[in-house]
C-alpha cells in the first residue's frame, strides 16, 4: 500500500507531519522489530499451559494493548492466580522465541536518518525493561537514539496515552510537533489521546484500513516506505 | 464484527446463501483449523534455513496462495534449488509445530450440523495429502465429511479456481447453489472465479475489509457465527 493522506488542501498548508516533525515516537514490536507473531505464539502457548485457549487471530488483534485489557479480551473467565501464570508463562515463552527476532526492513536507516536530521528520536513502548533489553541488542542502534519508555514508567499501557505522554516529556518538543509511528490500532488511539499525529505501518500484520478507522493520518507498507520519503525529501 | 449483507434487497428475493445452500466448500487453515499463524513462523524458519527473510506480515497476506506464487512474493530473489529448500524446510518446520494445532470455536459443530440438514461437506483444500491427513486427525469429523480435495486434486491452488472446481464436483450440486467459506482474500477470489458465492471468516488473522473486497458476500468472526445464524434458522 502506498501512503494515503485523507486531506486535499494545499501541500503548503498541510506539509506531511513525517516531513516536518521535531521529534519521533516509535513503536517497536510490529513496527521496527518483526515479533508481533512471536508473541501471538507465545501467548497461544501459555493459554495452553493454563488449560485455555483463544484463536490466535484474536491474540493478533489484541496484541498491542495493556497486558491486563490482553487478557480480559483473550483470557476473560481467568481468575486473578490463572491470569498471572498466563503472564509469566507467556514471558517464558517469548523469552524462548526470541532468537528469532529480526529487525524489521528500514528500521536501523529510520533510526539513523532521523538522527543525521536533527529529528529527536524516542522509543515509546510498555514492553518490561527484559523486553526492551532484548530490543535494543537487535535495533543495535543506541547512538541514534534519545530516548526510551519502559512498563516501568506508565501506570497505564496503550491504548491509553501515558506511554506517548511520557515520551513527548522526554523528546522535550510540544505534542502537536511530534509525530507516532505504530502498527497496531491501539498505538493510533494512544497517540490521538496524548495529541500526537498518529502515522501506521502495516508490518504488525493490521490492516491499513483498520489503522485509519482508528486515526491514523496515513499509512506505510513498513517504515522502509517512510525512509524512502524522508530520502527523497532530502 | 456481525455479518455484513451488501444487499438491500427483500429476504424473499435474496435469501441468506449460508441457509439456502446445498453444498458448503469449506477451506480448512484459518477457517476450520487455527494454523495460518504456524505456517507464518514454519515459513520465516525456512527462510532463515535459505539465509533470506521476509517480513511476518507479508507471509501472513500470502498464506492460501499456491505455494509457487507464494514464494514468487516472499522468496522473489530465489532461484530453483533455493525454492525447493525453503518449501521442504518449510515442511518440516510445520510438522514440528503440528502439534499446536487446535480446533476453530465452532468448527465441529458446524460439520456436524450441516450433515444433519442434509447439507454436502466438502474441505476444499490444496494443502499436500500429509497436511490434510493431520487435519482430519485434528477435526475428528470423518462421519460428517461428503469429500475432500487435496493438492493432488489440482494443477493450481488458490487464488486459481480450480480447488473449487473440483469441490463441485464432488459436491454433485450446481455452482450457483453451493457456497465456498474461507478465511484469505485467495479464497474468495477463487469461489468467485468458480461461480461460488464466497462468505468470509476473520479468524485467519485477515480484515473482514479485505474479504469484502475480495468478494465476499458477507463476513463474520468465524464459523461459530455461522452455526449460531444456521441455528437461529432451523
Redesign the interface.
Known amino acids: 500500500m502506498n501512503a494515503t493522506s485523507p486531506t486535499s488542501a494545499p501541500a503548503s498548508e498541510h506539509a506531511d507531519p513525517l516531513l516536518t516533525a521535531e521529534a519521533y515516537l516509535l513503536d517497536v514490536d ?1 513496527t521496527l522489530i ?1 515479533s ?3 508473541h ?2 507465545a501467548w ?2 501459555a493459554l ?1 499451559d493454563a488449560n485455555t ?1 483463544a ?3 484474536s491474540i ?1 488483534a489484541a496484541i498491542g494493548l495493556d497486558s491486563a485489557k490482553l487478557l480480559d479480551r483473550i483470557a476473560p473467565e481467568a481468575d486473578d492466580e490463572q491470569r498471572d501464570r498466563i503472564s509469566s508463562r507467556h514471558s517464558a515463552h517469548y523469552s524462548d522465541l526470541s532468537e ?1 527476532l ?1 529487525l ?2 528500514g528500521a536501523r536507516e529510520l533510526l539513523r536518518l532521523l538522527h543525521e536530521r536533527g529529528t529527536r528520536v524516542v522509543l515509546a513502548t510498555s514492553a518490561p525493561q527484559e523486553e526492551v533489553d532484548r530490543q535494543l541488542e537487535v535495533l543495535d542502534a543506541e547512538q541514534w537514539i534519545d530516548a526510551i519508555t519502559t512498563a516501568e514508567d506508565v501506570e497505564t499501557a496503550k491504548p491509553e496515552p501515558d506511554v506517548f505522554a511520557v515520551a513527548i516529556e522526554r523528546a522535550g518538543v510540544p505534542a502537536e510537533r511530534c509525530v507516532a509511528i505504530g502498527d497496531a490500532r491501539w498505538d493510533m488511539i494512544a497517540a490521538a489521546k496524548a495529541g500526537v499525529v498518529a502515522v501506521g505501518v ?6 491499513g ?2 489503522l485509519t478507522e482508528a486515526g491514523a493520518v496515513s499509512v506505510h507498507q ?1 517504515v522502509q516506505e517512510i525512509v524512502d520519503l524522508l530520502q527523497r525529501s532530502a
Open positions: 510490529g518483526d508481533n507473531y512471536l501471538v505464539i497461544q502457548r495452553r485457549a484463536p490466535a487471530a493478533h528469532e529480526a524489521l526492513p502495516e508490518t504488525g500484520g493490521t490492516d484500513g483498520v513498513g
